[in-house]
Nanobody
Framework: QVQLVESGGGLVQPGGSLRLSCAASGRVISFTTMGWYRQAPGQERELVAG???????TYADSVKGRFSVSRDRAHRMVYLEMNSLKPEDTAVYYC????????WGQGTQVTVSS
């Protein structure tokens, strides 16, 4: 069974930074895509950032230039570096991995507030 475990969420002030981490355990070979979604209260879940096994990245327009997604060489870890955080970034962030199925983390709360 594949499990994704997230860490790094918390409360930060506007303009601050956070680094989210997601560790995959179990069957971890040949994920075609890993990355992050988020869901704010009253909003639909949206893709924040993704990275393919070949290293191709994609970002939501709202986070381009501020967030960066990366992975380790074994594709067991995926990270989201978040900079210049804004209150509208407040959401539950979910790690995902795809390829032969879709796998999701439990979510970690990111709150951007003074």
């Amino acid at each position: 069974q594949v499990q994704l475990v997230e860490s790094g969420g918390g409360l930060v002030q506007p303009g601050g930074s956070l680094r989210l981490s997601c560790a995959a355990s179990g069957r971890v070979i040949s994920f075609t895509t890993m990355g992050w979604y988020r869901q704010a209260p009253g909003q639909e879940r949206e893709l924040v950032a993704g990275i393919t096994g070949g290293g191709i990245t994609t970002y939501a327009d709202s986070v381009k230039g501020r967030f960066s997604v990366s992975r380790d060489r074994a594709h067991r870890m995926v990270y989201l570096e978040m900079n210049s955080l804004k209150p509208e970034d407040t959401a539950v962030y979910y790690c995902f991995a795809g390829g032969g199925g879709e796998y999701w983390g439990q979510g970690t709360q990111v709150t951007v507030s003074s």
